[in-house]
């Protein structure tokens, strides 16, 4: 009875049984052949193509061993580079994908008897990186590709390269430092000395009016070498030069009390500063490099605040979403005459107007553009106490 044809029943049946993985143990990895069961297993022994494939190993077996462990090796190892990289993770997953393949060359005609002996192999050999646990046997693919060599390469040079900008940055700010503390006069330090009076019947009178200490400490020195009457004179025209004097002194006491209390209100505005700054709606960028290059110096919106250190930022080019703490972010500043939102001091959460920037200080003048102070101009405000809104 000759072959069922290619489209008949019995063929296509054939086929769907042949498509699946079989017993190993009907296995023949010289003459590459799944048998389905016991009885076909046994024909297959004793057909003629078999005993020629037997004679053959038989005169060379170490070289068909060699041959086929190479071949395991290879492709075992081609898998592990491609499925996982040089993440670590346990043999026997990867002995299962590998296996899944209908084609692959079996570990029974390998010099290796078992999973265990093969992974042993690869940490002795240097091919990965093994080590023991209680859940069984793990793997680390070392990749030595000289592709892979010369990208890592790269990447270190290219840190050093950022590395000794930033150093050749710092060692520029502190020669300026340097040479202006240089070119600077130095400060005659005020010499304090004790307060003592004297004779015992001398006064001591305190008076913060400019020329009022040469005026009382005039007449007390003077009267001790005039006369009564020289000292009734110049009493008299010390009267007459303290009158407007005084006045003009109590007027700049007044004045400069004045000019000290707002500059004591302006520094409490300033001392209102916090240590979070992250708010809704802004745009913000990302600056750690633990993320890769994919987000590194990328730009998003804060869509979401955790809580006051910790934000979903929304990413402007993929739309990726990623949970980020404000230690991985910085403000972005935009062109003048942008909107800005003011984060931190004295007008936080206040929306302005970016009106220019001073980059030798390394801060800005922002027009207040919401709140009952709107369209005060204010300066000095620094790059990290506002960003563009969204």
């Known amino acids: 009875m000759g072959k069922a044809d290619f489209l008949s029943p019995k063929a296509i049946g054939n086929r769907i049984k042949a498509k699946g993985?079989?017993?190993?143990?009907?296995?023949?990895?010289?003459?590459?052949?799944?048998?389905?069961?016991?009885?076909?297993?046994?024909?297959?022994?004793?057909?003629?193509?078999?005993?020629?494939?037997?004679?053959?190993?038989?005169?060379?077996?170490?070289?068909?061993?060699?041959?086929?462990?190479?071949?395991?090796?290879?492709?075992?190892?081609?898998?592990?580079?491609?499925?996982?990289?040089?993440?670590?993770?346990?043999?026997?997953?990867?002995?299962?994908?590998?296996?899944?393949?209908?084609?692959?060359?079996?570990?029974?005609?390998?010099?290796?008897?078992?999973?265990?002996?093969?992974?042993?192999?690869?940490?002795?050999?240097?091919?990965?990186?093994?080590?023991?646990?209680?859940?069984?046997?793990?793997?680390?693919?070392?990749?030595?590709?000289?592709?892979?060599?010369?990208?890592?390469?790269?990447?270190?040079?290219?840190?050093?390269?950022?590395?000794?900008?930033?150093?050749?940055?710092?060692?520029?700010?502190?020669?300026?430092?340097?040479?202006?503390?240089?070119?600077?006069?130095p400060e005659e330090e005020p010499v304090f000395t004790e307060l003592k009076r004297e004779g015992e019947e001398e006064k001591v009178a305190f008076n913060l009016a400019k020329g009022a200490c040469a005026s009382v400490a005039g007449p007390s020195k003077a009267s001790t070498a005039l006369g009564p009457s020289a000292l009734k004179a110049a009493a008299a025209s010390g009267k007459r030069k303290d009158v407007p004097s005084s006045s003009e002194s109590r007027d700049k006491k007044k004045k400069s009390a004045l000019d000290e209390i707002m500059e004591m209100e302006e520094q409490k505005k300033k001392s209102v500063r916090m240590d979070y700054w992250l708010h809704k709606e802004i745009v913000v960028k990302i600056v750690t490099k633990r993320l890769g290059e994919k987000y590194h110096k990328k730009k998003g919106v804060i869509m979401e605040l955790k809580d006051k250190y910790t934000a979903i930022v929304k990413m402007i080019n993929s739309g990726d979403k990623l949970k980020l703490d404000q230690s991985h972010l910085e403000t972005v500043i935009p062109a003048p005459g942008k909107r800005v939102l003011i984060l931190n001091g004295p007008y936080r959460a206040t929306e302005a107007l970016l009106d220019s920037i001073d980059e030798k200080k390394f801060s800005a003048s922002l027009i207040l553009d919401s709140g009952r102070m709107k369209g005060k101009k204010v300066d000095g405000i620094a790059y990290e106490d506002f960003s563009k809104i969204a």
């Open 21 to 185: 993985l079989q017993k190993l143990r009907w296995y023949c990895q010289m003459c590459q052949k799944q048998c389905r069961d016991e009885n076909g297993f046994k024909c297959h022994c004793m057909s003629e193509s078999h005993q020629r494939q037997l004679l053959l190993a038989s005169e060379d077996p170490n070289q068909f061993m060699d041959y086929f462990s190479e071949e395991f090796k290879s492709d075992f190892l081609e898998l592990i580079r491609r499925r996982f990289g040089t993440k670590r993770v346990h043999n026997n997953i990867v002995y299962n994908e590998y296996i899944s393949d209908r084609e692959h060359v079996h570990m029974n005609s390998t010099q290796w008897e078992t999973l265990t002996d093969f992974t042993k192999w690869l940490g002795k050999e240097g091919y990965c990186k093994v080590d023991e646990t209680p859940k069984g046997w793990y793997v680390q693919y070392i990749d030595r590709d000289p592709e892979t060599i010369r990208r890592q390469e790269e990447l270190e040079r290219k840190k050093k390269q950022d590395l000794d900008d930033e150093e050749r940055s710092a060692k520029f700010i502190e020669d300026q430092v340097r040479r202006g503390r240089e070119g600077k006069e």
